[in-house]
């Protein structure tokens, strides 16, 4: 008589807890389906139009004396870079008239 007990109280737990977890996913699957309808309808009825930043032409502000200053500054370090070249080339033809003689 035991056995039969023991065999239908296993068979009573283990439908019940069959019966929880299909509830569970059932209860569970419904709700994604309906968040999943959710996103859906919003993405379909979603505005066309994206709010964005203003073009970057429109956003950069003109400041005259900063243009200035970095106008002669860089006049600045092109003559520096021009009088390196001039002294270099002097330094060629130094170099040239040296080692091979003067030519003219």
Do not use: C
């Not at 039969?4 to 977890?21: D, E, P, Q, R, T």
């Not at 379909?44 to 994206?50: E, G, K, Q, R």
């Amino acid at each position: 008589m035991s056995f039969v007990a023991g065999s239908l109280a296993g068979a009573l737990v283990m439908g019940g807890i069959y019966h929880g977890f299909s509830n569970l996913v059932q209860t569970r699957t419904s709700q994604h389906r309906a968040d999943i309808h959710m996103l859906s309808e919003r993405i379909a009825n979603a505005s066309t139009t994206i709010p964005s930043a203003p073009p970057a032409s429109t956003r950069i502000t003109h400041h005259p004396l900063t243009s200035l200053i970095q106008s002669k500054w860089n006049d600045e370090v092109a003559g520096l870079f021009g009088t390196a070249w001039r002294w270099e080339q002097r330094a060629v033809e130094l170099g040239k008239k040296v080692l091979y003689g003067d030519d003219s």
